[in-house]
């Protein structure tokens, strides 16, 4: 069975840093591209980050980039997210998902297994 | 960016209606569509991916139709656990991004 499961979250400071690990079971990790997406409280999903199964690629939403970083281990099956300078708006529900696949094309960033999710609450 | 609007953000049906859901993509996005489920605390759930294909273990009353620009989602038969937000998603291009969601309530 593919298990995902987020941790690392918690109260922090505006300003302060958290990194968010998923730990991952169930299926050959480097195979398959991963994301994290995150729901602020009572919001819709927001796409946040994505890396292929190499590392070779990363891609950034906008409202992050410069603050957070997205890495994994595939020794340990292990995704990451370094979020630094935290904001208030950055409160939010945070999951890891597996991506679908790939093809002739590429990754298909479908998401097709989800964690659990990991609470981030910025606050003084 | 590729901006998708979902529509309409809430639908009251009955036990068996059935339901369709809108998602416009802001520009061309073939058929790289995703559709999600989420119930109220728990992670989403994929229920089609490339515009029309069923995940694994979906219920067949759950389709997806559409290209280009406009999808939509349908549930032939509403049941009482399809309560939930429903999403959309395109994987054309990143940023990915997401539909603003259309809760599906029982009237």
């Known amino acids: 069975e593919v298990q995902l499961v987020e941790s690392g979250g918690g109260l922090v400071q505006p300003g302060g840093s958290l990194r968010l690990s998923c730990a991952t079971s169930?299926?050959?990790?480097?195979?398959?591209?991963m994301t994290w997406v995150r729901q602020a409280p009572g919001k819709g999903l927001e796409w946040i980050s994505a890396i292929s199964g190499g590392s070779s690629a990363t891609y950034l939403a906008d409202s992050v980039k410069g603050r957070f970083t997205i890495s994994r281990d595939n020794s340990k099956n292990t995704l990451y997210l370094q979020i630094n300078t935290l904001r208030a708006e950055d409160t939010a529900v945070y999951y890891c998902a597996k991506t679908y696949g790939s093809g002739r094309g590429g990754y298909y960033y479908y998401m097709d297994v989800w964690g659990k999710g990991t609470t981030v609450t910025v606050s003084s | 960016d590729i901006q998708m609007t979902q529509s309409p953000s809430s639908v009251s049906a009955s036990v068996g209606d059935r339901v369709t859901i809108m998602c416009r993509a802001s520009?061309?996005?073939?058929?790289?569509l995703a559709w999600y489920q989420q119930k109220p605390g728990k992670a989403p759930n994929l229920l089609i991916y490339?515009?029309?294909s069923l995940q694994r273990g979906v219920p067949s009353r759950f389709s997806g139709r559409g290209s280009g620009t406009d999808f939509t989602l349908t549930i032939t038969s509403l049941q009482p656990e399809d309560v939930a937000i429903y999403f959309c998603q395109q994987a054309k291009s990143f940023p990915l991004t997401f539909g603003g969601g259309t809760k599906v309530e029982l009237k």
């Open positions: 520009q061309g996005i073939g058929t790289w």
């Open positions: 169930g299926f050959t990790f480097s195979s398959y591209a």
């Open positions: 490339a515009a029309s």
